[in-house]
């Protein structure tokens, strides 16, 4: 199991910024095979797609409600990707989890949960009217 953790969640306004980071516990070399991925989940709603960034970082996915609006990026060197939000709504308040799939040496990057296998414990972004 990697280990996944994500920071930078908290409470702000419509139309503020926040920049999520996930941290993996893995050599750099290591992080570098997988494709990375942030999902959310509000209450009493099933989690749901959000980006997706391939192993090189030259291939990024979004969910369209996102599109335009939030940036995945990733630093290989440091073993960890970033969800920049900026224009935040009050629907995207959510708990958000960054997740990673191994891919060896292919560029693909997946939008499905059940592409991946493993997650973090989720932080909070609550964004008030």
Not at 32 to 60: C, D, H
Request: hydrophobic fraction near 30%; aromatic fraction near 12%.
């Amino acid at each position: 199991q990697v280990q996944l953790v994500e920071s930078g969640g908290g409470l702000v306004q419509a139309g503020d910024s926040l920049r999520l980071s996930c941290t993996a516990a893995l050599s750099e070399r290591t992080y570098s095979l997988y494709a990375m991925a942030w999902f959310r989940q509000a209450p009493g709603k099933e989690r749901e797609f959000v980006a997706a960034i391939n192993r090189p970082g030259t291939g990024t996915y979004y969910a369209n409600s996102v599109k335009g609006r939030f940036t995945i990026s990733r630093d290989n060197t440091k073993n960890t990707v970033y969800l920049q939000m900026n224009s935040l709504k009050p629907e995207d308040t959510a708990v958000y989890y960054c997740a990673a799939e191994y891919r060896g040496s292919g560029d693909y990057v997946g939008h499905q949960k059940n592409e991946y296998d493993h997650w973090g414990q989720g932080t909070q972004v609550t964004v008030s009217s």
